[in-house]
């Protein structure tokens, strides 16, 4: 396995503008969003894991979308940059049906 190679400052720089550009559009979703994040500091899993209080097993699996965090756990990983956890409009795609909310 390839060792990771820990960014440059403006790497981190432009992981971090990357990162808020798809927040604002509304692009950033779970589990893409954690391994973002994580980059966006230059941390490895482990660095990542402690600093939010975390196992390294617990990040890998989130990332991985194998685990079933809980609302606390996401909410501790998305503190780190500034976000809270929310439900966003998804962009209508051509193959789903448009269907009213009920009355």
Same mark, same amino acid.
């Given at each position: 396995?390839?060792?990771?190679?820990?960014?440059t400052k403006e790497e981190i720089r432009e992981?971090?503008?990357i990162?808020?550009?798809?927040s604002r559009n509304g692009a950033l979703r779970?589990?893409?969003a954690i391994v973002e994040i994580r980059k966006s500091f230059g941390m490895t899993q482990e660095e990542f894991a402690? $600093?939010?209080s975390l196992t390294r097993r617990q990040i890998a699996e989130m990332e991985a979308g194998t685990a079933n965090p809980t609302?606390?756990?996401?909410?501790k990983?998305?503190?780190l940059f500034g976000f809270t956890v929310g439900f966003v409009p998804r962009a209508a795609r051509e193959?789903?049906?448009? $269907?009213?909310?009920?009355k």
């Open positions: 396995m390839a060792r990771w190679k820990k960014p992981l971090r503008q990162l808020a550009e798809r779970f589990p893409g402690k $600093t939010v609302l606390d756990t996401m909410e990983v998305a503190r193959d789903e049906p448009r $269907t009213p909310l009920a």
